[in-house]
C-alpha cells in the first residue's frame, strides 16, 4: 500500500476514506482534518482560551497535542480521581498527563478530588449510594462539575474533551435503541454555553479510535493503555464491539451512522411529524400517484431508465 501523497511506503490505512497515508502526511492529515472539523462545526475561533479535560488517554493527550500544533490557546485540565486497582489508574494517568506537559512546556491544572472534597470518587460514590455499586455515576457527575467549574472560575471560552467517533457512536447507539429523544437531541460537536455552563467542544469526534492510537504512536506520545478499572463489563463497550463488527464487514459504517445522524438533527428531521413534509406532495406526471420528485415518481423513473437501456421494459 502506498502513500496517496508521496507515493512512499504507507503506513496508516483507512479503508473508510479509501486513503492511505505514510508517517509523515498522516501526521500532517490529523490536525488539517481537526482543523476542518473546528471550523465545520463553529467550534471556538483562534482568540479563544481552550480548557482541554485530559486523562493521560490516547485521545485527550492527542488532542491536548494536536490543538498546540495548530497554534491554539491550549491547558490542561486532569481531574484526580483517586481510582486505583491493580495498576494504580490515578496514579499512572497522572504521572503520563504531567510528563506531557513537561515535555512540550504547556500549563496543566490538576484537582484531586479527594483534596477538594475529603474522600476519592469510589469512596464518595459509596457513601452516597448512586450508582448500583459502580463508582461510574458519581465520577460523570463530578467530573462534569468540577470541568465546568475550573472554566468557569478561570476564565476559559470552552471546554474540550477527547471523545473520537467510536465514542460517540456508542453513545448514539445506546440512545437509539432506547429511543432516547432528549439525549439525542442533546449529542453534538459543540454544546453552546447555557445559563452558567461553559460550552463544550468535542474536535475528535470524526476520528476513529484507531486513527487516534495510530496518532499518538506516530508522535511517540507516550499514554495509559489501560482503561478505568470500573470501565470493564460497561454498556458502552459492549456498544463499541458490536459496532466494530459491523465495521468490519461494512468499513465505514460507524462513521455513516454518526455523520447521517447530525444532519437529521441539523435539517430537524429528528421526532418531527411527517405530516407538513407530505404538503409538498403532488402527482406523479406519468402514474398519478403521489411523489415528491419534481416530475415523475422514483419508479417511473426508474422504468424509464430501464426502457432506455432495455425497450421490452413496459411503461407504466
Ligand atoms: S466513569 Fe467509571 Fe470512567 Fe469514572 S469510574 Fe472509571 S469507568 S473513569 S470514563
Ligand atoms: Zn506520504
Ligand atoms: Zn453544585
Redesign the pocket.
Same mark, same amino acid.
Given at each position: 500500500m502506498k *502513500?496517496k501523497? *508521496?507515493g512512499?511506503k504507507a503506513s496508516v490505512n483507512m479503508r473508510q476514506h479509501k486513503l492511505a497515508? *505514510?508517517k509523515?502526511?498522516y501526521l500532517e492529515w490529523m490536525p488539517e482534518q481537526t482543523e476542518r472539523f473546528i471550523k465545520k462545526y463553529e467550534m471556538f475561533a483562534r482568540h479563544e482560551k481552550i480548557l482541554v479535560a485530559v486523562s493521560g488517554g490516547k485521545d485527550s493527550l492527542g488532542l491536548w497535542d494536536i490543538l498546540t500544533r495548530l497554534g491554539y490557546h491550549a491547558d490542561g485540565l486532569y481531574l484526580g480521581l483517586g481510582i486505583n486497582g491493580g495498576i494504580n489508574y490515578s496514579h499512572e494517568s497522572q504521572r503520563l498527563t504531567e510528563k506531557f506537559a513537561n515535555q512540550h512546556g504547556l500549563k496543566l491544572h490538576i484537582v484531586d478530588i479527594e483534596k477538594e472534597y475529603g474522600q476519592p470518587i469510589p469512596v464518595l460514590s459509596e457513601i452516597s449510594h448512586r450508582g448500583h455499586g459502580k463508582p461510574c455515576a458519581v465520577c460523570g457527575l463530578a467530573k462534569r462539575h468540577e470541568m465546568n467549574r475550573i472554566a468557569r472560575d478561570l476564565g476559559y471560552d470552552v471546554l474540550a474533551t477527547g471523545h473520537n467517533l467510536d465514542d460517540e457512536a456508542a453513545v448514539l447507539f445506546g440512545n437509539t435503541l432506547s429511543w432516547s429523544a432528549d439525549f439525542l437531541l442533546r449529542q453534538s460537536p459543540v454544546l453552546a454555553s447555557t445559563g452558567g455552563l461553559a460550552r463544550k467542544v468535542k474536535p475528535l469526534c470524526r476520528f476513529y479510535e484507531r486513527e487516534m492510537t495510530a496518532y499518538c504512536l506516530a508522535r511517540g506520545i507516550e499514554y495509559i493503555y489501560e482503561e478505568c478499572p470500573f470501565a470493564e463489563g460497561s454498556q458502552s463497550i459492549y456498544y463499541k464491539e458490536l459496532l466494530n463488527k459491523l465495521e468490519t464487514d461494512r468499513p465505514g459504517a460507524k462513521l455513516t451512522f454518526y455523520l447521517r445522524f447530525l444532519e437529521a438533527r441539523k435539517s430537524g428531521g429528528l421526532f418531527v411529524e411527517k405530516d407538513s413534509k407530505q404538503a409538498h406532495l403532488h402527482p406523479c406526471a406519468k402514474c398519478g400517484q403521489p411523489t415528491s420528485a419534481p416530475e415523475l415518481c422514483s419508479f417511473c423513473r426508474t422504468i424509464e431508465k430501464a426502457k432506455e437501456v432495455m425497450p421490452t421494459v413496459t411503461p407504466t
Amino acid at each position: 500500500m502506498k *502513500c496517496k501523497k *508521496c507515493g512512499e511506503k504507507a503506513s496508516v490505512n483507512m479503508r473508510q476514506h479509501k486513503l492511505a497515508l *505514510c508517517k509523515e502526511h498522516y501526521l500532517e492529515w490529523m490536525p488539517e482534518q481537526t482543523e476542518r472539523f473546528i471550523k465545520k462545526y463553529e467550534m471556538f475561533a483562534r482568540h479563544e482560551k481552550i480548557l482541554v479535560a485530559v486523562s493521560g488517554g490516547k485521545d485527550s493527550l492527542g488532542l491536548w497535542d494536536i490543538l498546540t500544533r495548530l497554534g491554539y490557546h491550549a491547558d490542561g485540565l486532569y481531574l484526580g480521581l483517586g481510582i486505583n486497582g491493580g495498576i494504580n489508574y490515578s496514579h499512572e494517568s497522572q504521572r503520563l498527563t504531567e510528563k506531557f506537559a513537561n515535555q512540550h512546556g504547556l500549563k496543566l491544572h490538576i484537582v484531586d478530588i479527594e483534596k477538594e472534597y475529603g474522600q476519592p470518587i469510589p469512596v464518595l460514590s459509596e457513601i452516597s449510594h448512586r450508582g448500583h455499586g459502580k463508582p461510574c455515576a458519581v465520577c460523570g457527575l463530578a467530573k462534569r462539575h468540577e470541568m465546568n467549574r475550573i472554566a468557569r472560575d478561570l476564565g476559559y471560552d470552552v471546554l474540550a474533551t477527547g471523545h473520537n467517533l467510536d465514542d460517540e457512536a456508542a453513545v448514539l447507539f445506546g440512545n437509539t435503541l432506547s429511543w432516547s429523544a432528549d439525549f439525542l437531541l442533546r449529542q453534538s460537536p459543540v454544546l453552546a454555553s447555557t445559563g452558567g455552563l461553559a460550552r463544550k467542544v468535542k474536535p475528535l469526534c470524526r476520528f476513529y479510535e484507531r486513527e487516534m492510537t495510530a496518532y499518538c504512536l506516530a508522535r511517540g506520545i507516550e499514554y495509559i493503555y489501560e482503561e478505568c478499572p470500573f470501565a470493564e463489563g460497561s454498556q458502552s463497550i459492549y456498544y463499541k464491539e458490536l459496532l466494530n463488527k459491523l465495521e468490519t464487514d461494512r468499513p465505514g459504517a460507524k462513521l455513516t451512522f454518526y455523520l447521517r445522524f447530525l444532519e437529521a438533527r441539523k435539517s430537524g428531521g429528528l421526532f418531527v411529524e411527517k405530516d407538513s413534509k407530505q404538503a409538498h406532495l403532488h402527482p406523479c406526471a406519468k402514474c398519478g400517484q403521489p411523489t415528491s420528485a419534481p416530475e415523475l415518481c422514483s419508479f417511473c423513473r426508474t422504468i424509464e431508465k430501464a426502457k432506455e437501456v432495455m425497450p421490452t421494459v413496459t411503461p407504466t
